[in-house]
């Protein structure tokens, strides 16, 4: 038996479902239509050729959903805002990881000059600090041609001394691109409703799903694929695990949570990630056991317990999270070639070194891959962009 919160679908069923009352009425027309000397039950007995090629073709359509379709005709993302992976679709996921692969070796290893944003200037408003989505950002950009612009919350006051509807105006005449790092996720919804340019999240209260691109490109650069690996997350029921959830099913992958009671992700979260589980044949699972998350996972996950706006509540966090840092004892028990992800900054109570200075630990092409894929998402938002690499392999 499966524990609560596994989704398991195969989709040959619901083709059976759908096969069954038309074959069986070819069977019992009169005269038949088909084989007169076949019975409508024997027609679907498990032994019988009829359930057997269903059962065939039902398992060909499960692999299939779970590796994502090819795309159908070219995927078109540009003047799209980017709030929240739940907008995009699995090959509109895989079209953002393929191009920022593709500018990562054009500039990293065929030392190309790529100046596809030349002329073109973002806005970088961030409420809350950061290394990686400002360095990323800003050096990424410019990279490209462009002209980043850094405003913190000294510099602009969004609905403060100026409503949000009116900086989305403004900004809008005055740029191409808006990312936003902020607390509230209703403060992007906002920007996006009122502006006429693409707005990213660069985190909010809600998601972070430019991390997800970055961690998702670590681990196909890593594995070689994506579809059929479990990725299971030991910490927090936070910003970085919804948008995990909002983005594993579409790429095939297995999703195993372990957070403490109290600290799981929203309730509305769930059930779209169970949603898309049943959707793409992949499993979620739910629990409070570290252990149980982390057995037969190929990529062990977490994140800080106390993140920014949370300091008062330091003390009661480590102590509700106790045996959730990830040591070598928690690898023992997933697959041999497990790996390890964190977004950073990093505190040892999380990861002790031992895992964060390993073989195992990719947190520094993790690290890295923030500005690729945010140059991948950038250009993509901006311009109708063809990768010249082949298709990667998801």
Not at 36 to 41: E, G, K
Not at 185 to 195: G, N, R, S, Y
Not at 205 to 211: E, G, S
Not at 216 to 230: A, D, I
């Amino acid at each position: 038996m499966y524990p609560v919160g596994v989704i398991i679908i195969d989709p040959w069923l619901d083709l059976v479902s759908w096969c069954r009352p038309r074959l069986v009425a070819y069977v019992t027309a009169d005269p038949p239509l088909l084989w007169p000397h076949v019975s409508a039950a024997g027609l679907f007995s498990p032994n019988s050729r009829v359930w057997k090629c269903l059962h065939s073709l039902g398992r060909s359509q499960s692999r299939h959903m779970s590796a994502g379709s090819a795309a159908h005709g070219p995927v078109k993302l540009r003047g799209r805002s980017f709030l929240t992976l739940k907008d995009f679709g699995s090959d509109e996921i895989k079209k953002l990881l393929w191009a920022s692969a593709d500018i990562k070796h054009r500039i990293k290893q065929n030392k190309e000059h790529l100046p596809l944003l030349q002329g073109k200037s973002i806005a970088m408003i961030f409420e809350k600090r950061s290394t990686r989505t400002r360095m990323s950002t800003e050096t990424g950009f410019a990279l490209l041609g462009g002209h980043p612009c850094f405003l913190t919350s000294q510099d602009i006051h969004l609905g403060v001394n100026e409503s949000s509807t009116d900086t989305a105006r403004v900004l809008s005449g005055l740029c191409d691109i808006v990312l936003a790092r902020v607390y509230s996720h209703a403060t992007l919804e906002d920007l996006a409703k009122d502006t006429s340019i693409p707005i990213i999240n660069g985190l909010s209260d809600m998601y972070h799903p430019i991390q997800i691109l970055a961690d998702f490109l670590t681990l196909q650069e890593h594995y070689g694929s994506l579809n059929g690996l479990t990725l299971s997350w030991i910490g927090d029921g936070n910003n970085v695990l919804h948008s995990f959830m909002m983005t594993a099913a579409k790429l095939g992958v297995h999703l195993k949570i372990a957070t403490p009671k109290g600290y799981e992700p929203e309730q509305s979260v769930i059930q779209e990630a169970q949603r898309l589980s049943a959707e793409f044949g992949t499993q979620l699972v739910l629990t409070s056991d570290p252990m149980e998350a982390a057995h037969d996972s190929n990529v062990l996950v977490t994140d800080t317990w106390v993140s920014m706006g949370q300091e008062e509540e330091k003390r009661k966090r480590l102590k509700d999270f106790e045996g959730y840092q990830i040591t070598m004892k928690t690898g023992s028990v997933a697959k041999p070639d497990w790996t390890f992800l964190h977004c950073l900054p990093r505190k040892s109570e999380e990861v002790d070194d031992h895992v964060f200075y390993s073989s195992r630990s990719l947190v520094f092409p993790e690290a890295e891959n923030r500005k690729w894929t945010i140059m991948g998402l950038m250009v993509s938002l901006l311009t109708d962009y063809a990768p010249k690499m082949p298709m990667l392999k998801f």
